[in-house]
């Protein structure tokens, strides 16, 4: 029998009887019963970052399975030869919505109704921005990548696709460019949506020589990770009025009250909620119930990172 760690009795009841494995509750907080017969942990959704140090206390153990799509922040703990798993799949639905939302929100100037609404004031009636007929690049062409680009076809836009290299397109795009044709593709874009995942070759992609590249009015949606984009530079671009930005996740993160992204001009920001709806549960459940059970019974496990 297999002992599987989850961070709380609602996952063991989510997730229910799989055969073979033997489920018990963990969230990472101090040392865990019956630790050395432990060999797979899946940590919390929210908040493990801090707690990830407390998988040495399991010296069996082989295969981490995170809740999140990103794992940036489990390499450097994970003990030697413990394998690790994202959740690629679980957060395309709730990631995508957001993704779209953020947009939608931003192209037609929410943030001001709503400033509007708390002071009861009723705006002018003026034209704003339509998701119609924009041209918008995804950035970051995976899972969550595709779902974003299915969710914004019926729009009546025109997609983009870049991800790590080219390859060739699918149902939703005709072709899939490489990250180093940016430099041509971004003066041609209105929107981008960046949903990459943060490394080294990631980190601060979103920067002075990208926003510059962008035209003016363009809108740079941030659903990944923070890290990707240079705060700094996206500061100056926004406020000079050159750009817009959404973000759902910011660098530092969360960000400080007195931060000038809070009061940066055409910046709407949510506080990274892209996977944390309704949506998450029950296919997180999915994935554990399959990933648990090819453990336990020996078969090719999923989204090994």
Do not use: C
Not at 57 to 84: I, S
Not at 172 to 185: A, F, K, N, T, W
Not at 246 to 263: N, Q, S
């Amino acid at each position: 029998m297999t002992l599987v760690t989850l961070p709380g009795q609602e996952w063991i009841d989510a997730v229910g009887p799989i055969s073979g494995v033997e489920l018990a509750v963990w969230d990472l907080d101090g040392e865990p019963d019956r630790a050395d017969e432990i060999t797979v942990v899946v940590p919390p959704y929210i908040g493990a970052g801090s707690r990830l140090a407390a998988l040495s206390h399991v010296p069996n153990l082989e295969l981490v399975q995170l809740l999140t799509a990103g794992y940036d922040d489990v390499r450097a703990v994970l003990p030697d030869g413990v394998r690790l798993a994202n959740a690629t799949g679980v957060h395309d639905a709730s990631t995508a919505e957001l993704a779209v939302a953020l947009t939608l929100a931003s192209l037609r100037d929410f943030p001001d109704f709503f400033a509007a609404q708390q002071e009861r004031t009723w705006l002018p009636s003026v034209f704003h921005q339509a998701l119609a007929d924009k041209r918008v690049l995804v950035l970051g062409y995976g899972s969550i990548g595709r779902a974003i680009a299915a969710r914004l076809t019926p729009f009546e836009v025109q997609v983009t696709a870049v991800a790590s290299r080219p390859r060739a397109g699918d149902e939703l795009v005709r072709s899939v460019h490489g990250v180093d044709e940016l430099p041509e593709l971004l003066p041609q874009q209105d929107v981008v949506i960046v949903i990459v995942p943060l490394s080294e070759q990631t980190a601060a992609l979103v920067d002075e020589a990208f926003l510059s590249a962008l035209p003016d009015g363009a809108l740079v949606v941030n659903v990944a990770r923070g890290g990707v984009v240079d705060t700094d530079a996206l500061v100056r671009h926004a406020s000079a009025g050159r750009i817009r930005a959404a973000l759902d996740v910011t660098d530092p993160e969360p960000l400080p009250p007195e931060h000038p992204l809070w009061t940066t001009p055409g910046v709407f920001i949510t506080p990274h909620v892209g996977g944390a709806s309704t949506a998450f549960m029950p296919r997180a459940a999915r994935l554990l119930q399959e990933q648990l059970g090819a453990y336990a019974a020996g078969r090719p496990l999923r989204n090994l990172v």
